[in-house]
């Protein structure tokens, strides 16, 4: 799952490729074009560094780990309810 996401992502952004595990070959021509053409390898690094960029955004993961801290601390509250609720049903 994990090899699927950052392959989707590589594709996305076109900021890369994707290269067989242990193949030295494939690894050498796929760095031919940045060794050759030096426009090549700016424009790619440049993606490279805009996905870095959107994916590492500050706001965007603070807004993420807010609604998951928010869901945890909702889900704590139910269940303490739930548990109240419990505990009162046995003492009847």
Do not use: W
Request: hydrophobic residues 40%.
């Amino acid at each position: 799952m994990r090899e699927q996401l950052r392959e989707g992502a590589i594709e996305k952004t076109g900021a890369g490729q994707v290269l067989p595990s242990g193949d030295p070959n494939a690894l050498a021509e796929a760095l031919l074009p940045f060794l050759t053409d030096a426009a090549h390898a700016a424009e790619i690094g440049e993606r490279a560094r805009e996905a870095v960029c959107e994916l590492h955004d500050p706001d965007k993961i603070i807004g993420q780990r807010e609604r998951v801290y928010r869901q945890a601390i909702m889900n704590f509250e139910i269940r303490q309810q739930l548990n109240r609720i419990s505990a009162k049903k046995m003492t009847e």
